[in-house]
């Protein structure tokens, strides 16, 4: 079995030969079942002091799951061999599988365990013991249905869990949930979409006002930390390591960890919030090949995933390849550096796969960042197109042909963009498109999905496609700050929407090749939003040929709350962002109602305080393709597969400032769920309301 097929998962049980290879590739010990059910041996007494970070479990399959534990030096000793034991049941009466895993200062005492040969829609209890009978809390995992299996499937998905700045309610009213429903609706899986930590790091002292209305908690301190502006960066793998160490020690997040297998995949916070391939753009751009190898080598050490380490590493061990920080000098015709520095730091792990969920569903999970052209964002050429009076955004227009660069539609790249009434040469008109996925993984990408016989493809996807923008071309004059284009406003560049000739591309590939039944689900907007996606939207076509749905974050600041705190109250435009309700009320999210029926709506809704007029000033064509946008929620999405529809429910609780001491997590602020039905080749999807219980903030 070779790297390119270790991490993908067989349409049937693994053979014990092609378990053997499979653990060897993914650097994982291996766990064969036991010859008939037995008690276990073991003499494991709970010591959760000598196992500080917990245990996890991650990326099921029919048969089988990766698990995981980190057993350091503590004051009860040390450890180097641990016995891991999967049983039938919660007591451990009926042990079915059971294994050795060592650990060691080489993997940061962290270890993995691929546990093969399991039964398929199985739930199993596992758990470690070192040699002296010191064990793990007890964790609770579970196995996906076998691909014939056409019973409804259940996922959570999750991003952006700011540990710093935030508590977990959302994982804890997560697992309140689950434990009150019916077995056979219960969760199947976390999918986890990114930004399971962030590097960027206050120091309390560095910031004594806080962020926004949050406190600031000492979480972690860098041994080899570089500062920027008032935060701290991670710069070696021991940095990285104490992230993920610091991070594993909130209750919350561990016993979701400990209820459930994980199903991981990065987004950029893992390595750097401004990073790209092995790139970091603060202010310059930093050349940074031993970071993003370290950030990899965390990851590996504290997800447990059938993730692939190129080369012949130590059976459990990352192999760091050697690498130099050096700029990019050599771009393909997709912008992927192929300076051997850089094709060696973002190779040094493969983290896009598949899983497959029973018969309803494949998941493909790409890797949205290793392989990224240079975003807009930090693009020098882009700087004088950036519409500096208007808080967080971006020119539709203008981004699309920055974008696009020589492939232009009709192969016409304009000579001259219009910006505040001056005709400014393309900086681009000669340029390659950007590429967020990068040659190789788009290639494998588009495989995956045109080779996928089940009738839901899901897209687990670290940052979202739905256009989020406004109509500022519409602003009234009085307003007294004039919108430099003829054309709408996005809400940022740093995702899909700034990646808009690859958006386009894959999604011609869908439609020519008759695929139906896409949805991706998406992390990184810090907002709930669902939708149908097309390439263009008016003034251009709007032709849907997929459903998306975005979770808000368990806990980092989103863009409402960041305009709230962040705009001046007497900024022209505040009025568009932020609602202040008459009498001292607290203030809502605008920028919802803005982004689904313009500006007007919100200056309207501002002046009148009444809804019915906010509405009546609606332009419908800023967001014919949204059924729903809420920037400022919190919480958790859950998708339901079943084969003739895909019910996503979004969970939303209250921004969570403080750790809710309840066991639901505390209150729901809503709950809101949206169905798409299967759709045939040749018709659209269509995502429409289903449910809702709460009261939505200006999602009208
Ligand atoms: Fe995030």
Not at 185 to 207: A, N, Q, T
Not at 516 to 530: I, M, P, Q, S
């Amino acid at each position: 079995m070779d790297d390119r097929t270790a991490g993908e998962l067989l349409s049937r049980p693994m053979t014990r030969r092609e378990a053997v290879a499979t653990a060897f590739a993914l650097g994982a010990a291996l766990a064969w079942p036991l010859r008939g059910e037995r008690r276990s041996l073991g003499t494991w007494r709970e010591c959760r002091d000598c196992y500080p970070q917990g245990v996890a479990s991650g990326d099921p399959s029919a048969d089988g799951v990766i698990l995981w534990t980190r057993r350091p030096p503590t004051t009860e000793g040390s450890a180097s061999r641990l016995l891991v034991e999967i049983a039938a049941d919660e007591q451990f009466r009926n042990v079915v599988s059971s294994s050795h895993a060592t650990v060691s200062a080489a993997t940061d005492w962290t270890c993995r365990v691929l546990v093969a040969g399991l039964g398929p829609a199985r739930e199993y209890w596992y758990r470690f013991t070192d040699e002296r009978g010191f064990g793990s809390r007890v964790g609770r995992t579970l196995t996906t249905p076998a691909p014939s299996d056409r019973r409804p499937v259940q996922f959570a998905f999750v991003s952006c869990q700011n540990v710093q700045l935030g508590a977990c309610n959302a994982y804890r009213r997560m697992i309140w949930e689950d434990e009150h429903r019916a077995p056979a609706d219960r969760l199947m899986f976390v999918l986890h979409l990114g930004d399971f930590v962030y590097e960027i790091v206050w120091y309390p002292e560095d910031r004594p006002q806080g962020y926004y209305a949050r406190h600031i908690r000492d979480i972690v301190r860098y041994a080899h930390g570089e500062q920027h502006s008032d935060f701290h960066v991670p710069t070696t793998v021991d940095d990285y390591r104490a992230l993920y160490r610091a991070y594993l020690l909130d209750p919350d997040l561990q016993d979701a960890r400990a209820r459930w297998p994980f199903v991981p995949v990065p987004d950029n916070h893992e390595f750097s919030w401004k990073g790209w391939q092995s790139q970091e753009s603060f202010g310059a751009t930093l050349p940074a090949q031993t970071r993003k190898v370290a950030a990899n080598q965390a990851w590996f050490e504290y997800q447990p995933a059938r993730v692939v380490r190129p080369g012949a590493p130590n059976v459990d061990e990352f192999h760091a390849p050697p690498v130099t920080d050096a700029p990019l000098r050599q771009l393909d015709e997709q912008g992927l550096g192929v300076d051997p520095d850089n094709l060696a730091a973002i190779r040094s792990l493969r983290v896009y796969r598949s899983l497959r969920l029973g018969a309803n569903a494949e998941m493909i999970l790409t890797d949205n960042r290793s392989f990224r052209s240079e975003p807009l964002t930090t693009r020098a050429e882009a700087a004088p197109f950036r519409p500096t009076s208007f808080p967080g955004v971006v020119s539709e227009d203008v981004t699309a042909v920055l974008d696009a660069g020589a492939a232009a539609p009709n192969a016409s790249p304009p000579a001259t963009i219009r910006f505040n009434g001056v005709d400014v040469p393309n900086p681009r008109r000669t340029a390659p498109p950007l590429s967020t996925l990068g040659a190789t993984q788009k290639e494998w990408f588009l495989d995956r999905l045109r080779a996928a016989t089940t009738p839901w493809k899901l897209w687990g996807n670290s940052v979202a496609m739905l256009d989020w923008r406004t109509d500022f071309q519409n602003l009234p004059d009085d307003v007294g700050t004039h919108w430099p284009t003829t054309g709408y406003a996005l809400f940022g560049d740093d995702d899909w929407s700034g990646y808009r000739h690859e958006r386009a591309e894959i999604f011609d590939f869908v439609e020519r090749n008759g695929i139906t039944g896409l949805a991706t689900v998406c992390g990184d907007r810090h907002a709930f939003l669902a939708g149908v996606l097309s390439s263009t939207l008016p003034p251009h076509r709007f032709h849907p040929i997929a459903a998306e749905f975005v979770t808000g974050s368990i806990s980092a600041p989103g863009l409402f709350e960041a305009m709230e705190f962040g705009l001046p109250r007497d900024h022209p435009l505040r009025a568009v962002y932020v609602y202040q309700p008459p009498g001292g009320a607290a203030a809502e999210p605008a920028i919802n109602l803005s982004m689904m029926h313009g500006v007007r709506s919100s200056l309207e809704l501002q002046r009148t305080h009444d809804v019915r007029q906010a509405l009546a000033a609606s332009n419908p064509d800023v967001a014919p393709h949204l059924s729903f946008a809420d920037t400022g929620g919190h919480g958790y999405a859950v998708v339901r597969v079943a084969p003739e529809d895909l019910t996503v429910e979004f969970v939303c609780i209250p921004r969570p400032i403080e750790r809710s001491a309840s066991a639901d997590g505390g209150p729901l602020a809503y709950r809101v769920r949206h169905r798409v039905r299967l759709w045939g080749a040749g018709e659209t999807p269509k995502v429409v309301r289903a449910s809702r219980e709460g009261v939505l903030p200006l999602v009208l």
